[in-house]
């Protein structure tokens, strides 16, 4: 298997960088898009690299906010998609406080928008399966204290703090234990390991994407690296919202245009 980054905030000179994420995901028997960034320049991307979307079916949004998801109606244009899918609650209007105001942080399109381009959407609301060996995860158990969401972050009307239930990731069978692939990591990076590491009772081996440590403290990064040995974590691909102390403990960093390859293994993962 493997996960194509079709945008990020970085790219080589010939391709465009922007701030959020993007993977083109190539399983045993499917491709889909797993967020779109934000403007849609991900797909202008994929052309330069030379991959041909007319046969994407499917795409995964892993939260409403606008860096991941406001690129999904570009994604239209150039893919024949019939299926999105996405965590529940993931029609609450994003905001962040923006001094003595909000500004809004949202995808930009609404239900009306898919029904009107008959796409059907799909609520990942625990564990499913979308291939052999890949499963969207959603709905973590919070474990761990010191992973807080920022409170500039609120949604829907009233404003309240967004909790971001709509929040999913994707995990992939990798050798003996499992690989996850997270956007953004609102709910905290360690929830969301140690979540699919016990329902799938199966070792997390690598860790790719936004892990959104932006600001977070030394003390807090170190805490992290510690327990995600614990649970068997091998190698980490950070990117986008990851921040820069924590990416300066790695080598290897993916940038737009990085592919990453995620070995097979043909034992069953058990999930609960």
């Known amino acids: 298997m493997t996960l194509k980054i079709l945008i990020e905030n970085t790219a080589p000179d010939n391709l465009i960088a922007e701030h ?3 993977f083109l995901v190539a399983t045993e028997h499917a491709k889909f898009i797993f967020d779109c960034g ?4 991900a797909f202008d991307n994929a052309k330069t690299l030379g991959e041909n979307l007319s046969t994407i079916k499917f795409a995964v949004l892993s ?5 991941h998801a406001g690129g999904f109606p570009k994604l239209l244009d150039v893919a024949p998609i019939e299926t999105v899918y996405t965590g529940e609650n993931f029609w609450d209007e994003k905001f962040s406080r923006d001094g ?3 500004k809004y942080r949202g995808c930009g399109f609404d239900e ?3 029904a009107a381009h008959n796409v059907e959407q799909k609520i990942c609301r625990g564990v499913v399966e979308i291939d052999s060996g ?3 995860v959603g709905n973590f158990t919070r474990r761990y204290d010191f992973e807080t969401i920022p409170k500039k972050f609120v949604r829907g009307e009233k404003k309240l703090p967004d909790n971001f239930s709509d929040e999913i990731i994707l995990v992939l069978r990798d050798g003996d234990g499992l690989a996850i692939v997270t956007a953004c990591a609102h709910v905290g990076v360690l929830n969301i390991v ?3 590491a016990e329902r799938f009772s199966l070792p997390i081996r690598t860790l790719v994407g936004g892990l959104h440590l ?3 403290t030394g003390e807090r990064i170190s805490r992290t690296l510690t327990e995600l040995k614990t649970f068997g974590v091998e190698k980490i691909l950070p990117c986008h919202c990851s921040g820069e102390e924590f990416m300066q403990h790695f080598s290897e960093r993916p940038t737009t245009g990085t592919v990453i390859t995620i070995s097979r293994n043909e034992k069953k993962a058990r999930h609960r």
């Open 20 to 22: 959020g994420l993007s």
């Open 194 to 196: 140690a979540d699919v």
């Open 38 to 41: 934000h403007t849609g320049a």
């Open 100 to 102: 003595d105001g909000y």
């Open 214 to 216: 932006t600001g977070a």
């Open 63 to 67: 939260h409403a906010h606008y860096d």
């Open 112 to 114: 009306n928008f898919l």
């Open 134 to 136: 890949t499963w969207l």
